[in-house]
């Protein structure tokens, strides 16, 4: 007896996430699928990826180079991208949420805020990769407090792959959420 509960129970368990499933012609309840969920998900995640790691990466240009806030800008540009990529996720079709106007034009103002940082940490970053601090000051006892322009110029080219890849998968989200 208690076999066949067991089993009528995850024989239900089974149907229930059936629906979660998708047929292979594309369908759900036999309504064929328009909004990719899934991709967009994995974008949204790399762009709460990414942004943490610019954060992180911005945090330690920021100690290298003494507190100046150069490179450390990718600390509020990788905050808002999280902020963005999280309330994009709410917003999304995907989960049947109606995102009217005033939330539509709330998540396009967070992108084009973080989208403005994300593009000035790029050029802030190119400045640090073609002028590294401390190759055009003379040998002398300061030198030693100068941070090691070599590790400037990892961080920047760290910084530069992370946005770029927030801003092109905030691009293609984009793409995605206008046409379908």
Request: net charge neutral; hydrophobic share 50%; glycine share 8%.
């Amino acid at each position: 007896m208690y076999d066949f509960l067991s089993q009528a129970a995850l024989s239900h368990r089974k149907e229930s996430a059936a629906p979660l499933t998708v047929d292979r012609d594309g369908t759900i309840f036999h309504h064929v699928l328009s909004y990719p969920l899934a991709l967009v998900l994995r974008l949204r995640v790399l762009q709460i990826v990414c942004g943490i790691s610019t954060m992180v990466m911005g945090s330690v240009a920021f100690i290298e180079e003494r507190q100046k806030f150069n490179m450390g800008l990718g600390i509020p540009a990788g905050s808002l991208s999280v902020l963005a990529a999280a309330v994009s996720i709410h917003t999304s079709r995907g989960w049947g949420v109606t995102s009217g106007t005033g939330a539509g034009t709330a998540v396009a103002l967070i992108w084009v805020a973080s989208g403005c940082l994300l593009i000035t940490l790029i050029i802030q970053c190119c400045r640090t990769i073609l002028n590294p601090p401390g190759f055009d000051q003379g040998d002398g006892p300061e030198e030693d407090a100068k941070p090691s322009s070599r590790d400037l110029v990892v961080i920047a080219c760290v910084q530069i792959a992370l946005a770029v890849a927030t801003l092109l998968s905030a691009v293609v989200c984009a793409r995605i959420d206008y046409s379908a």
